[in-house]
């Protein structure tokens, strides 16, 4: 009886140090959103020690591994556990890597109750390379990583800080918000709505709308359409091939969103020009794309991270539509009418942890 107590005794002891190494998905959401230099300083408490740091591109990365225990000697059983930091212009993620599925299985239920969700974590038709959960501004991307007979499981937790300057001042501002769940968790789920966008020639993707059918109207096209995250580029006005919007013809000819330039959707072309202060070369009837205003057109306004549509009144003679090319000038001068149709406008190419 004694000796039955006693196994049970050391049992439980054993089994609560082991759960005492694992670091539970609310206080991998509680440390990613502390500070970098706090974040460091409750690795070092849970008994991960700074190992070496090395850089890549802007982004400074710095490993911990777990050293809570001692591994014994053939013990093959032991939990390989390490942490790497990365920071970028004050944005930080944090890495765990553990050699423990169990641990990894249990962070991901974690995360699910917390909240955090992963639209095709379910679908048995494709396997994917890694899976984004997204919880209001945070994100935890899992993976498995397979090398020769060990296997190494990772989560990446990362949280989204919009700058408190941003006021939404110009439709640059917008570029900060880089998913949908951003969106959502910023400007509200009754503004936001998920949709899709026809390109030509049958090229669907996944996009998000930004107060559909109002003169704020935003779609937000997504580099990664299955996360709907990292934007490819932000449409505003003209008439857009959107599903939800099939059935009518509807034409947002004002939009409220500015530029920093102050160029703006329904601004009449003689404006622009003045804005400009260069005159304005765009694509005529003849050619693919009619109405595009050419990079080569920049003065005041960059042309070269937007493309800009104008819209026209009176071209349908024969003379625009015969026009591979034409000039703002020369088109006011012949009395045409034409505006800002639509822009679009595209982020810098920066490297981000969203």
């Not at 930091?85 to 974690?110: M, N």
């Not at 909240?115 to 396997?127: I, L, R």
């Not at 001068?333 to 822009?343: A, H």
């Amino acid at each position: 009886m004694m000796k039955n107590f006693l196994l049970i005794t050391i049992w439980a002891i054993l089994s609560t140090s082991v759960r005492a190494q694992e670091i539970s998905a609310g206080k991998w959401i509680n440390m990613v959103s502390m500070t970098t230099t706090k974040a460091e300083d409750h690795l070092r408490s849970k008994k991960f020690i700074y190992r070496q740091s090395y850089s890549s591109g802007d982004t400074l990365f710095k490993t911990y591994e777990y050293t809570g225990s001692k591994k014994k000697k053939g013990n093959e059983n032991e939990v390989e556990r390490k942490c790497v930091v990365s920071t970028l212009k004050g944005s930080s993620a944090l890495t765990f890597h553990t050699s423990s599925e169990d641990e990894y299985r249990k962070i991901i239920t974690g995360l699910r109750k917390e909240g955090f969700y992963c639209e095709y974590e379910t679908d048995s038709t494709a396997q994917h390379a890694s899976y984004l959960y997204q919880y209001k501004d945070m994100t935890a991307d899992a993976s498995i990583k397979k090398v020769d007979t060990s296997t190494t499981y990772s989560i990446c937790f990362y949280k989204k800080t919009i700058s408190p300057e941003n006021m939404l001042e110009t439709a640059e501002d917008l570029l900060e918000f880089s998913s949908h769940e951003y969106l959502v968790y910023f400007f509200g789920s009754k503004n936001v709505k998920k949709d899709l966008y026809y390109f030509a020639d049958n090229d669907i993707v996944n996009c998000s709308v930004l107060f559909m059918n109002t003169n704020r109207q935003v779609i937000f096209v997504w580099k990664d359409p299955l996360n709907r995250r990292k934007i490819a580029n932000l449409l505003f006005g003209g008439q857009h091939n959107l599903k939800s919007q099939q059935a009518n013809d509807n034409v947002i000819a004002e939009n409220s969103w500015k530029l920093k330039s102050g160029l703006k959707v329904g601004m009449p072309l003689m404006e622009l020009r003045i804005l400009n202060d260069n005159n304005i070369a765009f694509c005529g009837g003849k050619a693919p794309n009619p109405g595009l205003v050419l990079p080569e057109s920049s003065g005041n306004i960059d042309f070269r991270n937007a493309d800009v549509v104008l819209g026209c009144v009176n071209c349908n003679d024969d003379k625009f539509l015969a026009a591979q090319k034409l000039n703002s000038d020369r088109a006011m001068d012949d009395g045409r009418i034409l505006f800002v149709l639509s822009i679009v406008l595209y982020p810098e190419e920066t490297v981000k942890f969203d």
